[in-house]
């Protein structure tokens, strides 16, 4: 080559402008360009960020392989490095890189799929065998498979909303929680007994919660209910009135839905069946609002007060007084209204101070079925003052669940002592 070929070749032309490989901010994916000032890079990097193909190359092969991922596309070339410029803009560059590599979802990512540290599903006797077995027992000898509850039919059954999915899988959980605390548990083992504690175990675990019953007024979704710190449903106190009533020879139970309904559809007349004039004593379990259970007692002889209880309140009469629902009256009396001669009780509800339930347990249900309890076996005595009542939210609804499952499965014609 010639000595002025060569000098030719050495020699810059001014008129061309020599362009610089873009830089690739430190830690992005291929086909993110970031080019210009920090602060023009910010603030495009909030209304020019779109989603565009990124072509990753396999390691080995030669053709490239495309997936769909959110690139940040811009297009400023910076002159030199932000860190030699200035502190203020060497945060912004790294307040900038962060951003964009908040914006991207790595091809990884999309692809691992998620470990669960949740442990697989356990059974009752995981945390109930090992306190039996000191006690000499197991729940295996304890259920009887035999004489296990059946399912109800199909028949009649619709699709399940997801209001009621959601309420069975709640119940489902606070049960489940409730059961195997470890905290309760030896309670729980001691206040259920292995008998119930195998039957629930194997319902439970093994049975449709939707369908399962344990007989025709009670289903293992009112037991489940029971058994936890949830809200119980109206059969737990109906089955329980059933029971005190098998078991009370002066004292009448009316139905705890009736003061609801009545109230709804605004009923002020009804025809009771005249078996409450051959008892003394009445008690009336009164839903409110389909939240909260209260109960009302009285004598059946004529001129007696109504006695009004409610778990709620404190220790304060008139506040409780100012709470009665002002139809009260008004619906007791339509029961006096159905003997002939009609019978009219004092005017003036009078209130009976009870212990206040647990708090944020809503154990207002148990409460209500344990005034029930402690009020047939003593009437007289508990409208004296004399109150025997417990409650205590968990041995309230163990022995509740307990007496229940003893008179509606385990011993049908025995009664419970």
């Known amino acids: 080559m010639s000595k002025k070929r060569k000098e030719a070749k050495l020699v810059k032309d001014p008129t061309r402008t020599q362009s610089k490989?873009?830089?690739?901010?430190?830690g992005l994916s291929k086909g993110?360009?970031?080019?210009?000032?920090?602060s023009e890079k910010i603030s495009t990097l909030k209304c020019a960020t779109e989603v565009s193909k990124a072509v990753h190359t396999t390691p080995g092969s030669k053709k490239a392989k495309t997936s769909t991922l959110p690139v940040a596309t811009l297009a400023f070339t910076p002159k030199q490095p932000a860190s030699i410029r200035n502190p203020k803009a060497r945060s912004e560059e790294r307040m900038l890189q962060e951003a964009i590599k908040a914006s991207l979802v790595h091809e990884s990512d999309q692809l691992t799929p998620v470990k669960s540290d949740t442990p697989a599903p356990k059974t009752y006797a995981t945390v109930y065998n090992p306190i039996l077995r000191a006690q000499g027992r197991s729940l295996l000898d304890a259920l009887d498979t035999e004489s296990?509850?059946?399912?109800?039919?199909d028949d009649g059954?619709?699709?399940?909303?997801?209001?009621?999915?959601?309420l069975i899988r709640e119940v489902t959980e606070g049960h489940k929680r409730?059961?195997?605390?470890t905290r309760q548990s030896v309670l729980i083992a001691h206040l259920l007994g292995d008998k119930n504690i195998a039957l629930i175990d194997a319902l439970v675990f093994k049975g449709d919660v939707r369908k399962c019953?344990?007989?025709?007024?009670?289903r293992l979704f009112d037991l489940m209910g029971l058994l936890s710190y949830r809200y119980v449903t109206d059969s737990v106190l109906t089955c329980y009135m059933h029971y005190l009533s098998a078991h009370s020879s002066n004292v009448y139970f009316v139905n705890p839905l009736l003061y609801k309904?009545?109230?709804?559809?605004?009923?002020?007349k009804i025809n009771f069946d005249s078996d409450w004039l051959l008892y003394q004593y009445v008690v009336w379990p009164l839903n409110l609002g389909n939240w909260?259970?209260?109960?009302?007692?009285?004598?059946?002889?004529?001129g007696s007060s109504i006695f009004y209880m409610d778990t709620l309140n404190g220790t304060d009469k008139q506040a409780v007084k100012e709470s009665i629902p002002e139809n009260l009256h008004h619906i007791i009396s339509s029961l006096g209204n159905s003997a002939q001669p009609p019978i009219h009780w004092s005017g003036e509800i009078e209130v009976i101070l009870v212990p206040r339930q647990t708090k944020r347990n809503n154990d207002c249900g148990p409460c209500v079925n344990e005034i029930a309890r402690a009020f047939a076996r003593d009437p007289e005595g508990f409208l004296s003052g004399e109150l025997d009542v417990n409650f205590d939210s968990l041995s309230l609804r163990c022995t509740q669940a307990a007496t229940l499952l003893k008179w509606l499965h385990h011993d049908v014609c025995d009664d419970v002592k």
Do not use: Q, Y
């Open 21 to 26: 490989k873009p830089k690739i901010a430190t």
């Open 261 to 268: 309904w009545m109230s709804d559809f605004n009923t002020e």
């Open 32 to 38: 993110v360009v970031v080019k210009g000032s920090a």
């Open 148 to 153: 296990l509850p059946g399912s109800i039919s």
């Open 178 to 181: 409730f059961m195997l605390s």
């Open 213 to 218: 019953r344990i007989n025709e007024n009670f």
């Open 292 to 302: 909260h259970w209260v109960v009302a007692v009285f004598n059946t002889a004529p």
């Open 157 to 166: 059954f619709g699709v399940l909303g997801p209001e009621e999915l959601t």
